[in-house]
């Protein structure tokens, strides 16, 4: 089993649509998350960390339910510059970062 | 602030040849640094931990004598890839990590270094 799991898509949606991708982790001590952005060719970007409460960054709201160990991403009024792939990404037992493979989201005129 | 380069951004290099790849933090000084490799379609793979003045900590299944990696300065790290073969072609991605931030835990990333072995 990854240690980090995610639906690598691609999610086909519409301008002004609402979509959400999720991710779940089998270690149980992680103790950060995060969600990285990363365009085609280029090296991943942070979007945003998650915290236990929830949080929200404008179009973004992120969640973690540590119970179930699943993280979400809520993309609300999807841009066309939304158009990339999204990286769940763990803070590990050894205090490294393991990536997910990625969710595809491509955003349609 | 926080700004990691790599050097180069592209390489193409023969079958056999060693190639070095360069990864430097800007304006923070970085104790760690780590190096991932990312194929096609897939998601980033930690190969090895940097840390400036001691030996780098490589990921199962990843080979030392292959990868060799220096960390002279709380600056710069280097990737040197040995006698690189095709299958060696990936994007090599560097992060640093400043242990003086608050979230002690936030990466950042050079830009990539794309190596093509031909």
């Known amino acids: 089993r990854k240690e980090v799991e995610q639906d690598p898509g691609p999610f086909n949606v519409p301008e002004g649509a609402t979509v959400a991708f999720n991710c779940t982790y089998s270690?149980?001590?992680?103790?950060?998350f995060f969600w990285y952005r990363q365009d085609c060719r280029k090296e991943p970007k942070l979007l945003m960390s998650v915290y236990s409460s929830g949080n929200e960054d404008g179009r973004f709201t992120a969640q973690l339910n540590r119970a179930s160990q699943y993280i979400s991403l809520l993309i609300r009024d999807s841009k066309l510059s939304d158009s990339a792939t999204y990286l769940c990404?763990?803070?590990?037992?050894?205090?490294?970062?393991?990536f997910g493979q990625g969710t595809t989201l491509q955003v349609k005129p | 602030g926080a700004v990691v380069s790599q050097h180069p951004s592209w390489v193409i290099c023969k079958s056999g040849t060693s190639v070095k790849i360069e990864c430097r933090s800007l304006?923070?000084?970085?104790?760690?640094m780590f190096w991932y490799r990312q194929f096609p379609k897939q998601s980033l793979m930690l190969m090895a931990t940097?840390?400036?003045?001691?030996?780098?900590?490589?990921e199962q299944g990843v080979e030392k004598d292959k990868f060799l990696i220096n960390h002279a300065s709380l600056t710069l790290s280097t990737l040197t890839v040995t006698s690189a073969h095709p299958e060696d072609s990936s994007f090599y991605i560097c992060?640093?990590?400043?242990?003086?931030?608050?979230?002690?835990?936030?990466?950042?990333f050079g830009p990539g270094t794309r190596l093509t072995v031909l």
């Open positions: 304006d923070f000084q970085a104790t760690t």
């Open positions: 270690n149980s001590a992680s103790q950060s």
């Open positions: 992060s640093a990590r400043d242990s003086r931030r608050a979230s002690y835990n936030e990466q950042f």
């Open positions: 990404v763990v803070n590990g037992a050894t205090g490294k970062l393991i």
């Open positions: 940097s840390n400036e003045g001691s030996k780098a900590t490589y």
